[in-house]
C-alpha cells in the first residue's frame, strides 16, 4: 500500500510539473508570428520562428528599434521573452518582454490561463500599468 501511494504521489508531481509547463510554439494574439518558448538553466526564453509576412522575400527587421545600429537586424530568430522564472505553478515572472512594433523593452509577467493559452502582460513598473496579450498554442 506504502508503494502504491509513493507512486501515486510521484505521477501527481509529474503531472503537475508537465501541466504547468509553457515551453513550446504560440501564436501571438494577432496570429501573424509563432514565438518559441524555451527553457535553459531555470529560466524561460522565447523567440520569434515564423512570421506571417514577409515583404519581397526579404526578411522583416526591427526597424523600430531605437538603436539604429539594430534597425537592420532580421526578427526571425530574435529573442522577444527573456530570463523568466516560475513563481508557482502558473506564473512566470521576472522576464522582460520586447515589443518590435515599437521597440520598447518592458517588464513582463507570464500566466497559463490553460494548455491553449497564455496571457502575457507587459508592463512599466507595476503589473497594475500595462497591456495583457494572449498566446495561444500552434499546432
Known sequence: MKMLL???LYFSVLL???AAD???VWFNEEKTSKIQIYKQGDQYFGKIIWIKEVE???PKKDVNNPDEKLRNR???GMVILSNFKSDGEKVWSGGKIYDPRNGKIYSCKITKVSDRELAVRGY???PMLGRTTTFTKAE
Do not use: D
Request: no cysteine; hydrophobic share 45%; charged share 5%.
Open 6 to 8: 509513493t507512486g501515486l
Open 16 to 18: 503537475s510539473a508537465w
Open 22 to 24: 509553457i515551453e513550446g
Open 56 to 58: 519581397a522575400n526579404q
Open 74 to 76: 532580421p526578427l526571425m
Open 124 to 126: 512599466i513598473g507595476t
